[in-house]
């Protein structure tokens, strides 16, 4: 079976009965953490090469 996407998850989120709203911010900051994780990270390894680097073709 497939991963849900994200708004797999968001859509079977609304479709929860919602007991409190701290719940449901703490499900959307769950959501964004993982959604923003990847391009954290992404971003993070670019910016680790040293600039003389970024003249060099990669070997």
Do not use: G, H
């Not at 996407?5 to 007991?19: C, G, H, K, M, N």
């Not at 959307?28 to 971003?43: D, F």
């Amino acid at each position: 079976m497939a991963a849900p996407t994200p708004s797999d998850l968001i859509e079977s989120a609304r479709a929860q009965p919602v007991p409190s709203p701290s719940r449901t911010n703490l499900l959307l900051e769950a959501i964004a953490v993982a959604l923003a994780t990847p391009t954290t990270r992404a971003r993070a390894s670019t910016q680790s090469r040293k600039p003389e680097d970024a003249t060099k073709p990669d070997a």
